[in-house]
C-alpha cells in the first residue's frame, strides 16, 4: 500500500488530529487510473509525432490529385513512421525486465499503443479513409479560409509568382 490510514476508525477526515486520511485506489479503480494515464500519454506521443500528414497535404497542393497524393504521401512517410515506431517501441520495450510491478504494466501498453498507433492507425487506417474521401478530405469551407492565415511553408505562392523580366544594370559613370 502507498498510503495508510491514519485514523483506525475511518478513513477519511481525522477530527482530532485535523489529518486527512488517504487510501489507495485499488482494483477497478487502479485499473482506470492505469488506462487513463496511458492513453494521455499514447494521445501526447502521437501529437508529436504526427508526420503522416503534412507528406500527403504537400502532394495534394502540388498535384490536385486526391487518391495519388495519398498513395505518394504515404510512401513518403511510411519510412519516417515505421523509424519513430521502432525506436520508441525500444525504449518502452528495455523497460519490460524489471521486477517493478508498476512500470512493468505502463511499458507494454505504452510499447503495444505505439505499434498499433504505427501500423494499424498511421499506415492502414488514415491513408484508407484519406483515399475514401477522395477530394473532399481536402475541402475547406470558403469563410474559414478567408479567416485562417495562408501559411505557405513550402513556398509554393513564391513558385507560382509571375516571372519578372530582368533588366540590365545601368551606368552610373
Do not use: N
Request: glycine residues 10%; hydrophobic residues 50%; aromatic residues 6%.
Amino acid at each position: 500500500m502507498l498510503f495508510r490510514t491514519l485514523s483506525r476508525e475511518r478513513s477519511g477526515c481525522d477530527v482530532r488530529s485535523g489529518v486527512v486520511a488517504v487510501q489507495p485506489a485499488e482494483g477497478v479503480e487502479a485499473g482506470f487510473a492505469l488506462a487513463g494515464a496511458v492513453l494521455a500519454i499514447l494521445e501526447r506521443l502521437a501529437c508529436e509525432r504526427c508526420v503522416e500528414g503534412p507528406g500527403t497535404r504537400e502532394e495534394w497542393v502540388h498535384t490536385g490529385r486526391a487518391r495519388g497524393s495519398v498513395i505518394d504521401g504515404a510512401g513518403y512517410s511510411v519510412q519516417v513512421v515505421t523509424a519513430v515506431a521502432l525506436i520508441m517501441f525500444t525504449v518502452f520495450a528495455g523497460f519490460f525486465p524489471l521486477d517493478d510491478a508498476l512500470i512493468k504494466p505502463i511499458a507494454f501498453a505504452l510499447a503495444v499503443g505505439v505499434a498499433i498507433d504505427a501500423c494499424a492507425v498511421r499506415m492502414t487506417l488514415v491513408p484508407a479513409v484519406l483515399a475514401l474521401a477522395g477530394r473532399h478530405a481536402w475541402w475547406l469551407p470558403a469563410w474559414l479560409g478567408r479567416v485562417l492565415p495562408d501559411l505557405d511553408v513550402e513556398g509554393t505562392s513564391l513558385r507560382e509568382a509571375p516571372e519578372v523580366e530582368p533588366k540590365e544594370p545601368e551606368r552610373v559613370c
